[in-house]
């Protein structure tokens, strides 16, 4: 008698189980479907009002850029930086050995006066590069993703043109040691 007893409890129980789970289903997911819209709603608002490379985080999208209107530009030589050093580190000096290729918009407005220089600023591009990873320390640059370097290094060029034709960087080798 006391194993049927505990096989009808147990049978009650996951009946409830189940009937909780169906209205678990019904009342909750459907609310934060529209809460992930709402997000997404206002996410793609904030990114719309930013543009490009707002104040903050630059896009990286080549979002409207036909692959036919990009055109690359590879740095001649890979850079070898020294990275900041770190006070609580080993006390050895850390390089980032990186190859570094531009990609150039053709059809922005810029490209026409800007684009067939970018060989004669390289020096200054470089040097922007050499900025970014020379402000972080090893342990900073290896907790960073490669996107958030990427990003900086091309806000910082686009700052230095005064222009956005220069739709992304992007590194054809990169090593940290």
Do not use: C, R, W
Not at 35 to 50: E, F, K, P, R, W
Not at 105 to 128: R, S
């Amino acid at each position: 008698m006391k194993k049927n007893l505990i096989s009808i409890i147990i049978l009650a129980l996951l009946v409830v189980n189940t009937v909780m789970t169906g209205i678990m289903m019904f009342t909750v997911i459907p609310a934060n479907q529209k809460t992930m819209q709402l997000v997404g709603d206002i996410s793609s608002a904030i990114q719309l009002d930013l543009g490009i490379a707002g104040s903050g985080a630059v896009d990286q999208a080549t979002t409207g850029v036909a692959m036919s209107d990009i055109s690359t530009y590879n740095i001649a030589d890979q850079l070898t930086i020294k990275l900041a050093a770190d006070p609580s580190g080993d006390g050895k000096d850390h390089y980032a050995v990186v190859g570094v290729t531009l990609s150039l918009n053709t059809k922005d407005e810029d490209y026409a006066t800007y684009g067939e220089d970018v060989t004669n600023k390289e020096g200054l591009i470089k040097d922007e590069i050499n900025k970014v990873f020379g402000k972080y320390t090893l342990s900073q640059i290896q907790a960073m993703s490669t996107e958030d370097l990427q990003d900086e290094i091309l806000e910082n060029i686009q700052q230095m043109y005064n222009s956005k034709f220069i739709i992304g960087v992007s590194f054809s080798s990169y090593i940290i040691q």
